[in-house]
Structure formats: structure tokens, C-alpha cells
């Protein structure tokens, strides 16, 4: 696996064909007229206070939509969501309440975890009464099954009514499996949430720690408290009675209360051999639940390609425009708004300016453009998740998707991170383009937290889209070496899903512009060139790749 990785990599470096035109002379002059005061003022009003942290199915959130749309109206993009408007509404389904306890019983011993301190949680299931009844609590290892790797930590046992307790992140010890330190789509909450949940179990439980999250544990507290969404249930769909964390001290007393040992459990879960543990005990809580539906919206803008056949095709750029609203419970004159201008006022900033980029080129592209600032990204990519099935053309006709979540505030940069690095064809064009810049392409430097599956993108992916996102480098000019991983870690520690994420003076963007231009000039010649982008081969998102584009040719074939 390590040797295929280095092999992919290699690959997708490789310089483009001789004759491959990079970039026009029209694209790098409607390049440059991408700006760091024009960034600076979408972000200065999106993350103002007046907009209340854009919380989905607010005031802000609907202020958020209607400033977007009216600046794609202003750029002469045609409206692309529903009944010739801009916005292609979706319905979110709110939920506030938690249970304040949970009790933890085994034979005669008891304990109990404090909401907050000790766990967070939430209801799975969209009712007004929530309750765990004694539910054996069960150690089900990191909750995967994925054949491809042999592994299954279920092993067909009947997990009906019970709660089961999971770590996260995936094994790394093996290179072998599941990428090795990278983590895959195995590791992420949501994907734990849906296995539980075909297990017909009750409740879920993951073993929160910073180094396997990737984020302390305010960020599960911010990020997990207050009111959250889902898309309104369907069908028979199996569903979870309570989902949420516990802290890894925590997780320790439950195991201890039935007689157990939370490494030596931690140990045997590295094995593909591992059982499913039970830990001796049962858990319950109950708790009321405000179930309310709430209404957000997708906003869509089109440029139309010029060509009569590939402008049925389409490049997709894609930025989430919510955040996370108003702290609950915040103290007499604390910061109570969640700002959200990294994450993602910044992202909607240079969703806007690509578009404007475009509309500066004497002719549009042979393809189409669709710029979709979507909803409830925070709350599980919902507002993607609604856009991916709700597509105004068919996945095969979807050249590409390109995703900002966040910009680089803290000046210009020698390199850029390409997330998902020797996935797809883009990674060689995106190589030169960064080479044009005087800059090189590094793979995902921080590949242990999972970014690949934490934003958009994934959910075009999942269709076969081939998707690229990017960040910003971390070799930053004028600066130490090593200094750019300490802003990172230090801007997650104390500004990621807080109210302190705001636009202060101290915002350098000139490494945005560099990377926003990146962005145009990316999409652009996706738009013009003929051949479709695609998944290297054995990609996991070839497969879907494939299959849409056979649809594609069948549904043209009637």
C-alpha cells in the first residue's frame, strides 16, 4: 500500500503534455483582478456581527443567502436554483436537548458521566423523547467494516438495543491498512454514527482524545452543544436513540466499572481478529428533545459555457456560507457569536471572486460554470449532501469539483497543501499551476485528520466527481521554518469553532490572492479542456466515476 501511495504521487506530478495550454492570456489578466481589499470586504460584512454567526434557519443564515445571491446578480450569473431563483431552499430538521447524566450501572457499582465535562451528546432519532433503558454498553473497537482491508469489527454479533463505545480515528500501526497514519473515510464520527446505526444499535459512544480527532475537546463542546440539524428522516432508515463523546478519562471509568482495561481493549482493536467486547455494564439516561423543522438554502449562480455541447457540462465550485450562530450560554458580557470568518466567510469570499474572475473574460468558457454556496456544512456537509442529490445536471455531466473551506490569513507561502494528493487527474495540471506561481505542491501535511472527508467536496466524490481542495502551504516567506505549523496548531487551539474566529487587523491576504487565483486559474482550464477529468486508477472514487458516466451514456442512448 506505502509503495503503491509513493507510486500515485509520482505520477501525478508527472509535467503536462507539451502542447497543453496552461493559461490564457484572458485568464491571467481576469487573474489579477482578484484582490485582497475585495476579499477583505465579503469577509468583513459575512462575518460582521449583523449576521449573528450565520447559524442554518436564522436571520443571519437568510442575510448570508441574499447578500450571495444578490453579488452573483451583480456578475450576470444566472440563477440555478429552483423556479428561476438563486436559492434552492432545503429543509433542515433542529433538535435542542441533551441528557444532563449519564448512568453508568454495573452489578452493584454506579457512576455517573456529567454532561459537558465528561460526554457530549445528542439525539439521533427526531422525536420529543429520547431514552437509553438499561442499555448493555458494548466495545466495538473503531466500528469498521471495510472489506477491501479483511476488516470487520462487528463480527455478525447481534448489537440490537445496545450502546456501543468506539475509538475514533482508524488503526494506523499497520501502514498496510487504512493508509497508515492518513485517515480515511473509516475514521470519521459520521461514518461511526451509520455503522452503529445498521447495527440496529441504540446508542453510540466515540472516545474523544486530541491526537485521534485531530481537535481538542472545546472544539467537540462549541461544535455539539445548542440546536443541531439533520436533513428531515426518510424512510426506514435505521437511526441511533442518542449519538455523541466521551473523554478518553471518562471512557476509562466505564470500562473499570465492568472490570475492564481501557489499552488492553485499545490494544486488541488494533487486530483484525478483534471481538466485540462487553464491558459489564448498562447506561441510561432520558431526556426531552424540541424538534422543529427550520428552513436554510443552497445558493446557486451559473455562468453559461459558450460551447453549444460542453456547456451541458459544468465546473462546480463549491463554499459553505453557515457557521455555528450564537453560544447558548454564554456569560454576561462574553463574545457570544460564533463570527465564523475563517470558517468559512473567507471560503464565500473567494467563491465570489472566482466568479467575478470569470466574468471578466471577453468570452465565457466552452464549459459551464455553477458556483453553490451551500448550507449547514457544520452541521455534517448537510447542505452538500442536499446539492449532491439535487444536481441541476446529471454527476457525469459535472467535469469537476473545486471546494474552499477557509483561507490562509498570515501572508504568502512557498508551497501549497493539495488534500487528497494523488487521487485524480487535476493533480497534475494544479502541480504547474502552483509551479507557474513560483511555489511547489506538498501532499496533505496533516494527514492524520481525515480533511479529505471533513468537507464538501466528499459528497461529490461519493458520486464520482473528481474533486480538488487545497489549503494554503505552511512554509511561509519571511518566516522561521516550523513557523507556519505553530500558527496552524495554535489558530485551531484557540480560534476553530469559537467566537474569536473574527477578521482583526492583523489579517495578511496575500497568500489568499495567490491561492484564489490558483483557484480561477484551476477551474478555467478545467473548462476549456476537452478531455474530463478522473480518478487515478483503483481511486476509491472511480468506481461511482465510472458508473455515472455509463448512466450518462445510457440515459442519451433512449
Not at 327 to 349: F, L, M, R, T
Amino acid at each position: 500500500m506505502k509503495r503503491m501511495l509513493v507510486l500515485l504521487t509520482a505520477l501525478c506530478l508527472l509535467p503536462l503534455a507539451a502542447n497543453a495550454q496552461l493559461t490564457t492570456p484572458s485568464e491571467k489578466s481576469a487573474s489579477r483582478t482578484i484582490r485582497a481589499e475585495d476579499l477583505q470586504a465579503h469577509v468583513s460584512f459575512l462575518a460582521s456581527d449583523l449576521l449573528e454567526g450565520r447559524g442554518p434557519g436564522t436571520r443571519g443564515d437568510a442575510l448570508a443567502q441574499q447578500y450571495i445571491a444578490t453579488q452573483f446578480q451583480l456578475l450576470g450569473l444566472k440563477p440555478a436554483g429552483t423556479n428561476g431563483s438563486y436559492l434552492q431552499p432545503l429543509e433542515l430538521v433542529g433538535m435542542t436537548g441533551h441528557p444532563k447524566t449519564l448512568s453508568i450501572t454495573s452489578g452493584a457499582s454506579r457512576t455517573e458521566l456529567q454532561y459537558h465535562e465528561d460526554f457530549i451528546a445528542t439525539s439521533g432519532a427526531q422525536t420529543a423523547e429520547v431514552a437509553l433503558r438499561e442499555s448493555e454498553l458494548v466495545f466495538v473497537g473503531y466500528g469498521i467494516q471495510a472489506p477491501e482491508f479483511g476488516w470487520d469489527d462487528f463480527k455478525g454479533k447481534d448489537l440490537r438495543g445496545k450502546t456501543l463505545v468506539i475509538l475514533n480515528n482508524d488503526p494506523e500501526d499497520d501502514p498496510e491498512l487504512f493508509g497508515g497514519k492518513a485517515r480515511l473515510r473509516y475514521g470519521r464520527w459520521d461514518y461511526k454514527y451509520e455503522q452503529a446505526a445498521k447495527t440496529g444499535a441504540a446508542g453510540a459512544l466515540i472516545i474523544h482524545t486530541t491526537p485521534s480527532a485531530g481537535y481538542s475537546w472545546q472544539v467537540v463542546q462549541t461544535s455539539w452543544s445548542g440546536e443541531q440539524f439533520e436533513l428531515p428522516a426518510l424512510g426506514e432508515k435505521p437511526r441511533l436513540q442518542v449519538k455523541g463523546w466521551m473523554t478518553e478519562a471518562a471512557a476509562r471509568r466505564v470500562v473499570e466499572l465492568g472490570g475492564k482495561d481501557l489499552d488492553v481493549l485499545r490494544a486488541a482493536a488494533q487486530k483484525r481478529d478483534f471481538q466485540p467486547v462487553p464491558l459489564g455494564g448498562t447506561v441510561s439516561t432520558r431526556f426531552a428533545n424540541q424538534v422543529r423543522r427550520r428552513p436554510t438554502a443552497n445558493v446557486l449562480g451559473l455562468l453559461q459555457g459558450s460551447d453549444p455541447k460542453l456547456s451541458r457540462e459544468v465546473v462546480l465550485y463549491t463554499a459553505h456560507h453557515d457557521h455555528l450562530g450564537i453560544k447558548e450560554d454564554a456569560k454576561p458580557g462574553e463574545d457570544a457569536i460564533y463570527n465564523g470568518a475563517v470558517d468559512n466567510a473567507s471560503g464565500v469570499a473567494a467563491l465570489l471572486e472566482v466568479a467575478r474572475a470569470f466574468s471578466q473574460l471577453p468570452k465565457a468558457p466552452p464549459r459551464s460554470i455553477l458556483f453553490a454556496a451551500v448550507a449547514a456544512e457544520e452541521q455534517g456537509l448537510l447542505g452538500s449532501q442536499y446539492l449532491a442529490e439535487h444536481l441541476p445536471v446529471p454527476p457525469g455531466r459535472v467535469a469537476a469539483n473545486i471546494n474552499i473551506d477557509g483561507l490562509n490569513i498570515h501572508g504568502r507561502t512557498r508551497d501549497v497543501t493539495v488534500i487528497g494528493l494523488g487521487k485524480s487527474s487535476l493533480d497534475p495540471l494544479l502541480t504547474a499551476l502552483v509551479r507557474a506561481q513560483g511555489r511547489v505542491v506538498k501532499a496533505d501535511q496533516l494527514p492524520d485528520r481525515g480533511f479529505f472527508y471533513r468537507s464538501d467536496q466528499f459528497n461529490f466524490a461519493r458520486l464520482g466527481i473528481p474533486a480538488a481542495y487545497f489549503s494554503s502551504g505552511m512554509d511561509f516567506i519571511g518566516r522561521p521554518p516550523g513557523w507556519g505549523k505553530e500558527r496552524r496548531e495554535k489558530w485551531e487551539a484557540q480560534h476553530y469553532h469559537q467566537p474569536s474566529d473574527e477578521l482583526t487587523p492583523d489579517w495578511d491576504f496575500s497568500g489568499a490572492v495567490e491561492d484564489v487565483r490558483l483557484f480561477f486559474l484551476l477551474g478555467a482550464n478545467v473548462a476549456r479542456t476537452r478531455e474530463l477529468p478522473r480518478w487515478n486508477k483503483g481511486d476509491e472514487f472511480e468506481a461511482p466515476r465510472l458508473q455515472a458516466l455509463e448512466d450518462l451514456k445510457s440515459q442519451e442512448a433512449r
